[in-house]
Every structure is written in C-alpha cells, then in structure tokens.
C-alpha cells in the first residue's frame, strides 16, 4: 500500500511538472466602459471667531459655502474635509472626523455635509471654554473642502 501512495504522488508530480503556461497570448477583451470623475477643491481659511456659533459652550459649529456639493455628489459621491496647518516647512492635512491631542485638552472636529454647504463641528472639553476661532487665529490653518464624482 505504501508504494502505491509513493507511485500516485510520483506522477502527480511529474504530471504537474510537465505543465507549463507558455503559449500564444489570448485577444484583448473588449474595452470597459467610459467613465470620468470630477474633483472640486476648496481651501477655507480657519473661520473667525465671530462666524462660530455656541460662544460660552462646550460645542461650536461654522458653516462653509461649497457650490460644488450638489445632490448628486451628496447621493453618488463623495465629500473629503481636512484640517490643514501650514507650517514654515510643510502644510499638514488631517482628515475629519479629527482631534487636536498637543497642547491639550483634546478638542475634536467633524463635519456635516448638506447641499452647498459643509458644517464644522468641534466640541471642546469643559473648563475649557474658548471659541475656536480664538484657539486658531494667526491665520496658518483652515479647511479644506474635496467634492468628488
């Protein structure tokens, strides 16, 4: 019994090593179907304090004009906002949902997105009652707002 088992994976093994996948190349399949995208960007400077609704609270929020986020890129597309520092080497991007973690506390930002318009939202511990537009005023950050479809 054992040499049989010995000779079946024998010439299994010869078998497969007699295979080769050389040979003439196929025709090309037909050509897939058209397609395009459509990216729209726009760069939002970090909003005043003044254009922050909620002073005195632990939530703020600010709304953004974005023309180019129709229904249709609501329905069938997709929506990308950032938070971007430019610093003297480099501009940073953090996509939203995002927290700032240094200098503390941890302040959190997302977004909302309706027709024309993105929401900012942050929420900011308690004790620690500061509007966003004064935590980040020196005019190095903002929002980036990226509409595709």
């Known amino acids: 019994m054992h040499a049989y088992a010995l000779a079946v994976i024998a010439g299994a093994l010869a078998f497969l090593a007699g295979c080769t996948k050389e040979g003439e190349q196929g025709p090309p399949g037909p050509a897939g179907p058209g ?46 906002v950032h938070h971007y520092e430019v610093t003297v080497d480099d501009t940073l991007f953090n996509e939203l949902p995002f927290s700032v973690t240094d200098p503390q506390p941890v302040v959190t930002y997302d977004h ?3 027709i024309g318009a993105v929401t900012i939202a942050t929420n900011i511990p308690g004790g620690f009652h500061q509007n966003p537009g004064v935590v980040f005023a020196n005019g190095a950050y903002g929002f980036r707002v990226a509409t595709i479809r």
């Open 35 to 80: 397609g395009s995208l459509n990216v729209e960007v726009s760069y939002h400077p970090f909003p005043a304090q003044g254009q922050w609704s909620g002073s005195g609270t632990t939530s703020y929020r600010t709304t953004l004009s974005v023309p180019s986020l129709t229904q249709d890129v609501l329905l069938n597309g997709f929506v990308r």
């Open 112 to 114: 909302t997105d309706t």
